[in-house]
């Protein structure tokens, strides 16, 4: 697949939910290793790696643009899940160790499916389609398509894989002087010898 203009997504599943790790600028997904899971890396992505830091990753929901091709890659951290999206018609086994990946063009937005259906509260969604434990039910994220603009504004909030790993800003040192009270009023004198 010639990825120039497609929507690059990799869609990581772990027990038991769902991360999706958009391609940045670059249009590439950075290496990872899953010796590197740890500190805040849940993704095992590469810190070496310069494509992995505009990468962008999102939880409970995530969003594809209208009648563009959605290139989807598939990882697994612990056992075998399966990415299931079932108004697409669309699953794909989801190893550890292993990626796979699969294809499509979505053509109605959320918006026009609501109305299609005459239901204002119809998702679409991403299931796993295995059982892969206690918490499987819950395994289940929500899919938005919306018009390319619409979704160009929604990644552009999205932080990326660098900024999720800066350090929080210094708090400013606290202060050990007594504070003032104001509440008082300050007579002057003046010693005359």
Known sequence: IDTKGTVLIELYAKQFDWTARYAGDDNTLGRSNYKLIGDGNDLALDTTDAANMDDKLVKSEFHIPVNKEVLFKFRS???????????????????PGMETQFHFVPTITTEEMRKKLNNPTFDYVLLCNKICGAGHYNMQMKIIVESEAEYMKWIATQQTFAQSRMPEPAA???TTAAPVDTTKSVTATTAVK
Request: hydrophobic share 45%; net charge positive.
């Open 172 to 174: 400013a040192p606290a």
């Open 77 to 95: 951290r612990d056992v075998i899940h399966s990415a299931y999206m079932p108004h697409f018609r669309a699953q794909m086994n989801c190893v």
